[in-house]
């Protein structure tokens, strides 16, 4: 399996460097310099005049296997002189997608043998990117590890995301790496809800880069990767392999008994343990499309990892590099009860609601300050929000997770009996 891996990854090496040379190359570069190189190759020797037969395609083919010599490391160096590191990663782009187009359409078929040597080449490069994040007290007292993704780059400083739960509570940081070197870290910001966090360090040294991919693109069934540091650094980089078990789950993370809004999470099967927090899940194109953060451990559940998707991660770490904190998650600021399923609470309180209403949220308390402060007051019914009629608080969760900072909406209330809408209000950063 293994050798036959290898040998179609020598035809796609061939056949990317064919690929490379003749796009960047082309007929305006292979061929310009004839006053040098070509006048000198491309010219056919005179024929020598003698009474022997002359085999002239034998001629030509030795003739052209000397050119091919002369002129592969000239060739070779012009393309790796005049070929950006930009321009060089969209080619290369650009043939992976022709490659994976052809995967699709079945004119490449995936083996076995393709799978491995997307692993081992996820192990050489993308792997790199996941790193030790180490977190101490006032003490210098080591409270916390886990693992974190090398994502950007700027001069020599780079950027490292890990989960806020790593960090949470921490004085002073270091990011750990597989030799064992270790270099302070400085914490830039969180993202308490999403479980996010952002550190930086500088270091003179060329790291390898995590490249995020479109976690909307990822379908249930898909090969992906896991890669952190369970139980600590004993397990250095540890690498397991799974599928994408579902999308879009939400959980209530904070405890308040409601689903918590804006992490459609990645449910995956590929083994995760305490200290894979904050580290990598790949796609087998080395691409990152989730950071791992929660698995459900119990002796009656296996394989249930969740990752919050890259592309709500691209976003907020945008934000905190940028603000300290995200802006991408508004917050309503008003605490509620679905009526569906709750008859007994509004019995117990004696609170009479309209005849034939059996859905929607009953408002308790409304958050100074926030989005529905001045708008909302306790005992108003919420019937709608934006385009969303409210059924219960997981599908008002799931549907009302497509909006941000700053989008402009309206609601449908029932206060006093009475139906109101109230229009053009702004949803506010939670801070």
Do not use: W
């Amino acid at each position: 399996m293994l050798k036959e891996g290898m040998y179609m990854k020598k035809i796609f090496a061939f056949l990317f460097v064919f690929v490379l040379v003749s796009l960047t190359v082309g007929c305006a570069g292979l061929f310009d310099p004839v006053e040098e190189t070509s006048r000198t190759f491309l010219t056919r020797p005179p024929v020598p005049t003698t009474e022997n037969t002359i085999n002239e395609d034998l001629i030509i083919s030795d003739l052209y296997q000397r050119i091919y010599e002369s002129l592969y490391d000239e060739v070779k160096q012009e393309v790796i002189n005049d070929i950006s590191e930009e321009r060089f990663q969209q080619l290369y782009d650009s043939v992976i997608q022709t490659i994976m187009q052809d995967i699709e359409s079945g004119e490449i078929t995936l083996t076995a043998a393709n799978v491995v040597d997307m692993i081992l080449s996820l192990e050489a490069q993308q792997a790199k990117t996941v790193v030790g994040i180490r977190n101490k007290n006032a003490n210098g007292v080591i409270q916390a590890v886990g693992s974190g993704v090398i994502y950007k780059q700027v001069g020599d400083r780079y950027y490292v995301l890990t989960n806020n739960h790593v960090i949470e509570d921490g004085i002073s940081f270091s990011v750990v790496f597989e030799d064992g070197e270790e270099t302070g870290a400085v914490l830039r910001g969180v993202d308490e809800l999403v479980d996010l966090a952002v550190l930086y360090f500088t270091s003179e040294e060329d790291l390898p880069v995590a490249e995020f991919g479109d976690s909307d693109a990822i379908n249930k069934g898909e090969i992906v990767v896991a890669v952190g540091h369970p139980s600590g650094f004993g397990y250095f980089g540890s690498m397991t392999m799974g599928i994408i078990s579902g999308k879009n789950r939400y959980f209530d993370i904070d405890g308040d008994s409601v689903k918590d809004m804006f992490v459609g999470y990645l449910q995956h099967d590929a083994a995760i343990n305490s200290g894979n927090s904050g580290g990598a899940l790949f796609d087998l194109g080395g691409k990152l499309i989730g950071v791992n953060v929660i698995k459900i451990s119990s002796v009656t559940v296996e394989g249930m990892g969740f990752a919050i998707p890259s592309n709500l991660v691209q976003a907020i770490v945008t934000d905190i590099e940028e603000f300290g904190y995200s802006i991408q998650k508004p917050i309503l600021g008003i605490r509620f009860i679905d009526i569906k399923n709750n008859q007994s609470f509004f019995e117990q309180n004696e609170i009479t609601l309209p005849v034939g209403l059996t859905t929607g949220f009953y408002i308790i308390e409304v958050d100074e300050g926030k989005t529905m402060d001045g708008y909302l007051l306790p005992g108003d019914i919420l019937i709608e929000i934006g385009d969303v009629i409210v059924e219960s608080s997981t599908q008002f969760v799931e549907e009302f997770s497509k909006y941000r900072v700053g989008d402009i909406i309206d609601v449908v209330i029932i206060r006093n009996n009475q139906t109101m809408t109230i229009t053009d209000i702004e949803l506010k950063a939670a801070k």
